[in-house]
């Protein structure tokens, strides 16, 4: 028997320890915060400006007035809020310049069909990018320094088009800036769900599902909402909207039925209409975001749906159909593009425009004493 030999003492290194990995959900975690801190920065900035500025025209910018810029995360890459000097005596004037991307075109006619209907949404005007532009942008005072790389790679890089948004003068639909507004103030409250709903409905006849999740099951996005207050009446304000196309045939029909139940709905008693799905997910979006200080009041969000729903269909049996063929018209004309490439849009548009007049017509006879109906139909195109 002997012994095998023994393996040579490893050598022990030398100096202090190499440091640990950190853990993946601590990297995950610190980039959070840093996010969070630069998103609070940017609201100081805005809120300081906010009081003291007001929005510049969209259509008629001079770009040699940019004096400083400040980077607003969110969305799908943020957007650059630019404050021009402004004349002896006026404070500065404020815009929103965003990047135009992948719906583009959407956003665009969705901005000249809500000018069209008189729906209340932040201007939007598109132009090319320039050198020029780049270039004022570029030499603008940074209010937060750290802010160059976003500028830079979010809002500069690659963009083609730019979008310049009028700047609204009041809060998103977050945190305690809105729900102020609304403290022993049921008359705000009424007239702020009256409005959202002329703006739901507007967002049924374009597709545009995020903002409130009414006949889209998803969790919506509030900040798409904001307020103004033009001579001191509250305004309800729709920023991010865009036309979305349906290219399934079997998508689109289903979309339709929801538009068509949502409109019965609509129509229908108050008690149904509190139980319905349509409301339930406008309250569990609420919920989640203002933890019981702030609610629907449901009887105004319908009355404003239905009110809207009766002025859409209106619009398409008069000067809608020719308002959107011009719309799609300037879509190309901005985008140098054919309008064949924006028949998925146009055409959402139109069956959903269809759905919404045919079902409303339906609704209103409904509730119209039969001999008066009678003699209505008879006026109607085709007896």
Not at 205 to 224: A, H
Not at 261 to 281: I, T, Y
């Amino acid at each position: 028997f002997t012994h095998a030999p023994c393996s040579p003492a490893m050598p022990k290194a030398s100096g202090p320890p190499p440091p640990k990995a950190k853990a993946k959900s601590q990297v995950k975690w610190s980039e959070r915060q840093k996010v969070r801190v630069e998103r609070l920065l940017s609201f100081s900035v805005l809120q300081q400006w906010r009081a003291a500025g007001q929005s510049c025209s969209v259509d008629a910018v001079n770009w040699d007035d940019v004096d400083s810029v400040v980077y607003v995360a969110g969305g799908s890459g943020g957007v650059l809020l630019v404050r021009f000097n402004g004349t002896p005596g006026q404070s500065g004037r404020l815009l929103c310049v965003k990047p135009q991307r992948l719906e583009a075109k959407g956003e665009l006619l969705a901005s000249l069909l809500a000018d069209a209907l008189e729906i209340r949404t932040a201007r939007l005007h598109i132009l090319p990018v320039s050198e020029e532009i780049l270039s004022h942008l570029r030499r603008a005072k940074l209010e937060i320094g750290d802010h160059q790389l976003h500028v830079e790679k979010k809002i500069l890089a690659d963009a083609k088009y730019l979008g310049l948004v009028e700047f609204v003068q009041g809060p998103i639909m977050e945190g305690e800036d809105f729900v102020g507004h609304f403290r022993n103030r049921d008359d705000n409250v009424e007239r702020f769900w009256r409005q959202a709903g002329r703006l739901a409905a507007f967002d049924c006849l374009i597709n545009n599902l995020d903002r409130l999740p009414l006949i889209w099951e998803n969790d919506g996005n509030l900040k798409n909402l904001m307020m103004d207050f033009p001579e001191g009446k509250l305004s309800v304000v729709g920023i991010d909207q865009a036309v979305r196309g349906i290219s399934s045939e079997t998508g689109l029909a289903k979309y339709l039925c929801s538009l068509q139940e949502l409109l019965r709905a609509v129509w229908g008693a108050d008690d149904p209409w509190l139980r319905s799905s349509f409301l339930q997910r406008i309250r569990s979006a609420i919920e989640v975001n203002f933890q019981g200080e702030f609610s629907v009041h449901a009887v105004s969000f319908k009355r404003g749906l239905q009110q809207a729903f009766r002025l859409l269909a209106w619009h398409w049996s008069c000067d809608l159909r020719s308002s959107l063929d011009e719309s799609v018209e300037k879509v190309a004309a901005v985008f140098s593009c054919k309008e064949d490439e924006l028949k998925l849009l146009k055409g959402l548009v139109e069956a959903a425009a269809t759905t919404i007049t045919e079902e409303v017509q339906k609704l209103e006879m409904n509730i119209v004493p039969k001999h008066l109906a009678d003699s209505f139909r008879k006026l109607l195109p085709g007896g």
